[in-house]
């Protein structure tokens, strides 16, 4: 808890008028990770400018990159943590939490941590995707809500861990934001790997569809010491392991065969992944439920093979630890500092925050 | 410059260990600001789920708000300064500059001033619009770096006021992002009054196409104090006095025409509008200096219409108080501390770093 120890030290040595709950930041700042460049073919000539049709001629279009904000505190860990948000989401879902109380950004800053937070290629402030997208305004909130777990719409889960006001409901719904090209994981994965080829090792948080991203990235770039993953999509397995399909309401989950030597760079980092409440082990006809109850099943046998080939993997069903309520996204639930000291639990006793 | 105050007082009391360009920041965090709901016909019903596809029946679709990431920082100014992007641009644009130093969002932090980055309604991470949108991959960037007074591709104007390695280009290009549904000014403007609304007073900072949006907002909402305005692409004029329209290489430019009693809205708060370099009086075959030659010279015409009435309004010409070399984007070129500093004694000037 460094920041704490800087803020104690500031207060004892006479700056008591420094409010007590400051961020101390050394650094911010933000930049572009990754991503194509697409020249198109004959030469650039101006002439042919006409009120702003395209004349691609000789030009260029710089495309799937990752935006990346970026924040240091004083006196920070090492290895920063890096943010990957999920689908439909953006760098926000690590911000102010729908009910307005600090998000993990903040908090992880106030535990020494740098923060690194992605805006993925396609996708918020990094939109400019090197292919098309048609994007439509259709009605699906209420579909989200029972996805995500919040409750059976418009019934609210007993004692889920969302605040019941409607002003957070719709900050909730304004979180999402769409796809400028089509979802790639690879494209995803190799602007994380670049990102952290530019800032060296470092610690990656992923959520949701962002999870398969994290471990194809760990795969491509071991400057990745540790992937935490909170309800991860879809995992990662050696040729001739995958397990058989897993069909739900909601799709027929597959896992991903990479070769043995790919998935054995997972063996080499500390891995930890979370998942919440409201979900469970038999077929239902819950949206939330059955989305969940595979990708559940299937990181339970992600773990066993990652320990099976000498790895350091763990998967935290909360409820199991007596953690109740949690939504898909309990980075911003209504206990999320408890699951922040969950994470920070975990980073000490891998040794990740004195690591370098 | 509170912040250099606070900083003193810090190390003066014996906090030298703190690094002297320490960001002090007492708040920060993020919300939806503004937008609409549309609710489709019939009721919500989770059966008709089918891997998927869309359901809209009795869903809602929550989209054209403003996203808002603000950092207020210890002993700040009582009014903050409020940041409006610009076209084919996101809140990046206040953010690092292309070259990696800090841009406008640090640079006023230090200053004392609270800071609210806004990622318009259809753009960036508030990207849920409540209109459809094609996204393609259009080769077009260097007609951009004309557009944007950067130079004539390939080369760049003597002494213009942009990193001339190929990295800082780069950062620069990704900077671009798509509408996620057409440019709305008024949908961008109903944005900002409902921020406004929310945060109370403060100071008003646009770019570009977000000038036009930034004159209605302060229509619509007297809680914006002052309007600062870098190379705005269009103005407000009381109807019967809308100058006639302006023909240009890049589209014939005519100003909006609203009531009297609206337009003298504009003139009980102080307004400043910044021009920079290589923009000519006289018609030419530059694609910049004939996008910005009308939009200056109509600027012209607005201060003084805006004076003509009663109001505060002053148009500067960089080059013309021997400020050269600067691009259509001021906030982020190499002399952004000296374009800082111009904006902070006019806003000193007009009493507006003491003003509740």
Chains 1, 2 share one sequence.
């Not at 930890?272 to 949206?287: M, P, S």
Request: charged residues 25%; glycine residues 10%.
């Amino acid at each position: 808890m460094r920041a704490v120890a800087v803020l104690a030290g500031v207060i004892l040595c006479g700056c008591a008028h420094l409010p007590k709950d400051a961020l101390i930041i050394k650094e911010q700042g933000s930049f572009a990770a990754g991503g194509v460049v697409a020249q198109h073919s004959g030469s650039y000539d101006s002439s042919k400018f006409d009120n702003f049709k395209p004349y691609p001629e000789g030009q260029t279009f710089h495309g799937d990159h990752a935006h990346v904000f970026y924040q240091i505190p004083f006196n920070a860990h090492p290895l920063p943590l890096v943010f990957l948000h999920g689908a439909g989401q953006s760098s926000k879902t690590w911000e102010s939490t729908p009910d307005g109380r600090e998000g993990f950004q903040n908090i992880f800053l106030r535990r020494g941590f740098g923060v690194y937070l992605i805006d993925q290629p396609r996708r918020g402030k990094a939109g400019r995707s090197a292919v098309a997208a048609n994007i439509e305004p259709i009605a699906d909130e209420q579909m989200w809500y029972e996805i995500f777990r919040i409750g059976k719409y418009p019934d609210y889960f007993d004692g889920v861990q969302f605040a019941r006001d409607e002003e957070s409901l719709e900050q909730f719904f304004r979180q999402m934001t769409p796809n400028t090209g089509g979802f790639d994981d690879e494209v995803v994965s190799e602007s994380i790997a670049a990102l952290f080829e530019k800032i060296g090792g470092g610690i990656l948080v992923t959520h949701s569809q962002g999870g398969i991203c994290g471990w194809s990235a760990a795969v491509k770039n071991q400057n990745i010491k540790a992937v935490a993953a909170y309800e991860p999509g879809n995992y990662l397995f050696p040729e001739g392991e995958l397990p058989e399909a897993m069909p739900s309401r909601t799709g027929t989950l597959t896992g991903r065969a990479v070769s043995k030597s790919d998935f054995l760079k997972l063996t080499k980092i500390p891995i930890v992944i979370y998942f919440g409440d409201n979900i469970k082990d038999e077929v239902t006809d819950e949206l939330g439920a059955e989305n969940w109850r595979v990708r559940l099943a299937l990181g339970r046998l992600f773990v066993e093979a990652i320990n099976r080939h000498g790895g350091d993997a763990t998967l935290v069903e909360l409820p199991k630890i007596g953690v109740y309520g949690n939504t898909h996204f309990p980075m911003s639930d209504l206990n999320n500092i408890e699951i922040a000291d969950l994470l920070s639990k975990w980073l000490k006793d891998k040794g990740l925050e004195e690591k370098k």
